[in-house]
């Protein structure tokens, strides 16, 4: 058995997960979630996961009754079932059901669910060559909808920007918008090299706080490499030497090429980066 859900304390093996038709994460996307993975079979970085997932859960105006180390109990249990190896975590909360009405003061409590499954990592023939993404112009998140601190189950446009980077053949889509303004992965955060400097787009660009990004700012901040948090526009790649993505459960990953523009391999700036990070995630267990 290599997945095990836990639903509302319940664990399960994952065939057998179920939850109603009726639940609001179903019905509406009405949910928020976490994605994070374990080192050393423990959840790495939950303390700010589990800060996002609460952030999250207010700005949508959640309800929650039940409190961070309630869901730390049940994600411990469910990782318990595991025999071995490393795994990938899903946290996911829903309003919880309700009667087929989108007005949120007719749902009931909400339904907690995690997700354990083995940890997939990049392989190390794509972080030594890098991967390869494809722009897809959707712009940042958030314009006129939910806002991009949310980490939410209403997100059929990174379904869009995965099905797109799929028929590319690529590794992941960069959202960019029709002014060639450059937001983030379909489910990463996007950094570029510049002479020897970090630069991300801003979180005010409408991009999610990415928890790997906090963490390599922070790690160039502490190699004393310069970092700036501005916006990034497909015409900077011109005069940019090095690209990479982060994400919880991938780590960093270096970026060979964006559609037809070729960074080349790993540079000198990401390989650091890489060892400074693999450092990180080994220490950072308790
Ligand atoms: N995605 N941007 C978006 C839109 C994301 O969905 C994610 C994470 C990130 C990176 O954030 P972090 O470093 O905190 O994982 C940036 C997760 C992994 C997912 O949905 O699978």
Not at 10 to 35: K, N, Q, W
Not at 220 to 239: C, I, N
């Amino acid at each position: 058995m290599s997945t095990w859900v836990s639903i509302d304390g319940v664990v399960a093996p994952g065939a057998e997960a179920r939850i109603s038709v009726f639940d609001r994460g179903f019905l509406y996307g009405d949910s928020v979630y976490e994605v994070l993975r374990t080192v050393e079979r423990r959840p790495l970085f939950w303390a700010d996961h589990v800060a996002r997932l609460w952030t999250s859960a207010a700005l949508l105006e959640f309800h929650l009754d039940f409190g961070p180390d309630d869901l730390l109990a049940e994600v411990r249990a469910t990782l318990a079932r595991v025999a071995e190896g490393e795994s990938s975590i899903r946290v996911v909360v829903t309003r919880g059901t309700g009667p087929l009405s989108p007005d949120p003061a007719l749902a009931g409590t909400p339904t907690r669910v995690v997700i354990v499954q083995p940890l997939k990592l990049p392989g190390a023939e794509l972080v030594g060559s890098g991967c390869t993404l494809v722009t897809f112009a959707i712009g940042g998140r958030g314009e006129g909808g939910v806002d991009p601190r949310v980490k939410s189950g209403s997100n059929v446009q990174a379904v869009l920007a995965a099905a797109r980077a799929h028929a590319a053949g690529a590794y992941e889509a960069l959202r960019v918008d029709v002014h060639g303004r450059v937001f983030e992965g379909a489910s990463s955060t996007f950094f570029l090299v510049c002479d020897g400097a970090l630069l991300t787009p801003p979180l005010g660009a409408g991009i999610l706080e990415g928890i790997t990004r906090r963490k390599v700012l922070r790690l160039a901040a502490e190699a004393l490499l310069p970092t700036r948090e501005a916006e990034v526009h497909l015409a900077d790649f011109a005069h940019a030497q090095e690209a990479f993505i982060t994400s919880s459960t991938r780590g960093i990953v270096p970026v060979r090429r964006v559609d037809d523009h070729v960074f080349g391999p790993p540079g000198p700036v990401t390989q650091r980066l890489l060892a400074g990070y693999a450092d990180l995630i080994r220490t950072s267990v308790v």
